[in-house]
């Protein structure tokens, strides 16, 4: 029972990409709970009901995509992609966080996800 307990009570690892947000929002806050730094958080008009985004102090993007999105027209749908060195794509099953990768590395011992070029 309390292994159980206990299993129930931790989150995702690196590369569990089975956990799904059915908000911006709830990426948001599981995102900066797993470490990702975010003082001003504000949601962005994407131009398309396949995608919701919101941006962290201007240096990270947070997406999350409707049903029926495929994971590799992910980066299609963002209004940029990882073109800085230094920057990467970390993804889920409906959703990728896009920003440094250092501070990507550390948010993914949280939420899980792949890096999309580990894909």
Known sequence: MLAGLLAACSGPGPGEKDVEYDSLDALHEAATTAGLTCLSFTPEDSGSPDVELGECDDTTLL???????????????????????????????????LGDTGDLLETQAGIGGDFLSDL
Do not use: K, S
């Open 63 to 97: 997406a999350v995509f409707a049903d029926g999105v495929d994971e590799d027209e992910f980066l299609g749908l963002l209004p940029v992609e990882p073109a800085v060195e230094g920057q990467a794509a970390l993804a889920g099953p409906n959703w990728v966080v």
